[in-house]
Nanobody
Framework: QVQLVESGGGLVQAGGSLTLSCAASGSLFSINNMGWYRQAPGKQRELVATITSGGSTNYADSVKGRFTISRDNAKNTVYLQMNSLKPEDTGVYSC??????????????WGQGTQVTVSS
């Protein structure tokens, strides 16, 4: 079994910064894409950023230039550095990992989510 454990959420004023971390542990061989998603109250979950095992990144237009996704493959950890935060960035942030595990198949795992609240 594989677990994703997130940390780093909290309350911050507009214009501030937060860094989220998500560490994968358990019986896995490797991790392909990792990503961060968020869900605001009353809204659908949306993609924030993704990163491949080789380091290629993709961002939602709303966070380009403000957020940076990175990963440490040796630690099976993905990070999300969030700068210039806006109230509309408020939501539950969840990490996702495409994990190569038993039978060398790819499995989709999600973290439990961490709350980010940006006050105006």
């Amino acid at each position: 079994q594989v677990q994703l454990v997130e940390s780093g959420g909290g309350l911050v004023q507009a214009g501030g910064s937060l860094t989220l971390s998500c560490a994968a542990s358990g019986s896995l061989f490797s991790i392909n894409n990792m990503g961060w998603y968020r869900q605001a109250p009353g809204k659908q979950r949306e993609l924030v950023a993704t990163i491949t095992s080789g380091g290629s990144t993709n961002y939602a237009d709303s966070v380009k230039g403000r957020f940076t996704i990175s990963r440490d493959n040796a630690k099976n950890t993905v990070y999300l550095q969030m700068n210039s935060l806006k109230p509309e960035d408020t939501g539950v942030y969840s990490c996702n990992a495409k994990v190569i595990a038993r039978w060398f198949r790819e499995y989709d795992y999600w973290g439990q989510g961490t709350q980010v609240t940006v006050s105006s």
